[in-house]
């Protein structure tokens, strides 16, 4: 079994039911106070506490109306609606900690590339170089008429805008400003040698940008790039840009080919085959002996919203189950929707049925349940079989869940070696890479960069 | 005198020269930490301390490139370049604070309403209805060709799309979700009542927009709203939507005539003449004694770029002083400069020789200068002659202005009773106009609300 150091990343969101839908209405949970600011430094220090590696929050545009046709059960049982956004969270949880990394969502498909370098360049300022960005195309109409679209792309043009739009953010990143441009010297009064700041000329298929970068440059420049296509596209995507991808997946059979299909197209891209770390969603029930935590489980599930999931399901795959009978065969549409999801709906022949099976805790992600000798065997078996580097932890019941892991599992893996005991100092990119703050020269960043005056 | 209260706000921005060009080179200055979170905090715990009403924090977007026609003046003595997003400082500052409320400049010319309307719902969230908008909708001709346009919107169309863009605000804010609609029952397992919750549809000239809007109603919904036009457009403007004014004025009589042209509009809005909150920008420069606080400006003088102001000026008056002798006669544009700037320039016969005069602390707005009791006097002056509400203070030498204004100057406007001694509890809004969190039933925003379920 590898002795290499498992990833952990916090997988939340800014809204009430995330993954785990219906868990909200458990006494113990606390995820109605997303929208403090109390809910979220609690998080992040239980989390440095518990040494992970970053907490990466989702986001999405748009509710989950493919259900019944609206957004009924969505709104009833808070599948992701309301939902707040992200990105204004991390300045308040990177002051009560020195680092934990943040991987935050946003779809480009309706950001302005000018104004989205800014923000991101803003936050690796305000963090010391501790800001991810998982990069997400969309896929719900519903985001496209709340944008004043008649529709979205089709799959395959969002991710060309998607290329294109990574270029104009290379170029303001990484080309706008040179390295020391920002000469920062009282004594000679030169803030900056305007010699070395350059505007960025871009004229592109979907994007013209005419201007400087509105930022000096930040420890990282670029954020840590995620992403989480799974379609071929999207893993031709994942290829060229990302640094840490995010797999879901029904059994290590299917995780262990995707992460081979990613390892392939990375080094088809130019770059090397652990170039990027993959996590893999997963939830955890963990508590001091192996019963308990089973009955910690039965507890849970008496709380889960089996609909609710299915709700949410329905607009990944594009199917209207509130239509289907519970034993009708489904043609699972490959069109808008999240085509993994709708993958391995089609291939394992999911009916509503079964699907409402699935979801006993409100999802179809695997839970690991156990003491932490048990949950530290099925961790590190998933890691040996399928070749992901780590995880991204959904949570249950907030925030026991998160302390539960942190108290019981985390030390266990420390025992085994297989988790780190101590941060490494250094950006977000340089803790998960080891390669420094910056993009290495082989990723496509570079030809955007201008030698160093 | 009046004994009314006078409000206070700290006026700055995420960058090194804002206001007071030069003084970054100071060498007790530390504005080139803007870039940290240390440095925000503690701004924020600072401006609790001395009670101060709220952090005004400017933006803009695009580069100062008037003068010579080019950046580089702008680039070398930090004049607002680099600007990070505004946005992103006010969880962590909100974090450490209870009562500082936080006013934020968004320019609505390249934003979407439906992302924007969640970003500032989401503010008001964490902040627990403390934030606030600064509507801008900019100037630069830079910033267009960065968002790949040709040029601007004509300046009166700016504000007619701002005006359509606010109605979508509105129905999103206001109209989305009826009061109650979140129910967050867990016991009923209802997060919201669906019948509550309503798409907004809107097709109008510049905007289309259908979509539930994500965000569940914060404290007081729609953001207290800041306004600083003063067209005559953007006086009607501000007469419709505003709820704070910012003023800048050569001298008394010139603010005193603003201030009445304004809350004439008010009325003939259909509001009350207090509707709106006037503040003035000004800096203080305030010591011990009064000389001590002459000494200090001189000192701080020594520091100040002349040339930098002029830059920054130029921008604003659509004037390229590089090309102008320094008593030629000028022509001010009032094209897509600032028109009251322009207007100033033009009534006053401002040279390039007079304003370099005018800028010897980096900046034209006058700086009030003095030991406790003449600063006081001051700003006692200037509310009784003009009829303005309070100051927006420019900082000049950070963080000791703002600590020798709370230290010195607070206490002397306590003792007068024309200060207060305590926050009120409540949102930013009740704190500003005492009439509950949310905006009132003679504001625009009224037609957008559904009448209570």
Chains 1, 2 share one sequence.
């Not at 969002?158 to 004594?187: H, I, N, P, Q, T």
Request: charged share 25%.
């Amino acid at each position: 079994m590898s002795r290499k150091h498992i990833l952990l990343n916090a997988f939340d969101m800014n809204c009430v039911g995330h993954i785990h839908h219906g868990l909200w209405t458990h006494p113990r949970d606390r995820s109605t106070d997303y929208n403090t600011l109390g809910y979220w430094t609690r998080l992040a220090t239980t989390l440095e506490r518990g040494l992970f590696d970053g907490l990466f929050i989702a986001d999405v545009l748009g509710v989950y109306d493919v259900y019944q046709g609206k957004a009924d059960v969505a709104a009833r049982a808070a599948v992701q609606l309301p939902v707040n956004d992200p990105m204004l969270l991390v300045s308040a949880m990177a002051a009560v900690t020195r680092h934990l990394g943040f991987g935050v969502t946003v779809n480009l498909s309706h950001e302005a590339p000018y104004l989205l370098a800014r923000r991101f360049s803003t936050l690796d300022h305000l963090t010391g170089g501790r800001v991810g960005w998982n990069i997400v195309t969309g896929y719900l109409e519903s985001a496209a008429r709340a944008m004043g679209l008649s529709g979205q792309l089709p799959h395959d043009e969002r991710y060309d805008r998607a290329d294109e739009f990574m270029d104009v953010l290379y170029k303001l990143w990484e080309g706008s400003w040179e390295e020391g441009a920002a000469r920062r010297d009282k004594a000679g009064r030169v803030f900056a040698d305007p010699s070395q700041v350059h505007k960025v000329i871009h004229h592109g298929k979907y994007f013209d940008v005419e201007g400087i970068h509105l930022a000096e440059p930040s420890v990282q420049r670029t954020p840590v790039l995620y992403q989480a296509g799974s379609s071929g596209r999207g893993q031709r995507f994942a290829a060229r840009h990302a640094e840490s991808v995010f797999v879901a997946g029904v059994n290590k059979a299917d995780v262990a080919r995707s992460v081979r299909s990613l390892r392939g197209e990375l080094v088809k891209a130019g770059r090397r085959a652990d170039d990027v770390k993959v996590f893999m969603v997963a939830a955890v029930i963990v508590a001091p002996t192996g019963p308990g935590a089973r009955a910690l489980e039965a507890e849970y599930r008496d709380f889960a919203s089996r609909e609710a999931g299915l709700a949410h399901f329905a607009a990944g795959v594009g199917v209207d189950f509130g239509k289907v009978g519970l034993d009708d065969p489904i043609d699972y549409t490959m069109g808008n929707a999240i085509e993994s999801h709708a993958r391995a709906a089609q291939e394992h022949g999911w009916t509503r049925r079964k699907l409402l099976e699935l979801f006993a805790l409100g999802s179809r992600y695997p839970a690991i349940v156990g003491d932490a000798v048990e949950v530290a065997d099925q961790l590190q078996s998933w890691v040996a079989e399928t070749g992901i580097d780590g995880f991204n932890l959904a949570r249950t019941v907030t925030p026991e869940c998160h302390e539960a892991f942190v108290d019981l599992v985390v030390p266990e893996l420390q025992r085994r070696g297989v988790y780190k005991t101590a941060y490494t100092e250094g950006s977000l990119r340089h803790k998960l890479h080891g390669e420094g703050d910056r993009l290495p020269q082989r990723h496509a960043a570079q030809v955007f960069r201008r030698s160093q005056g």
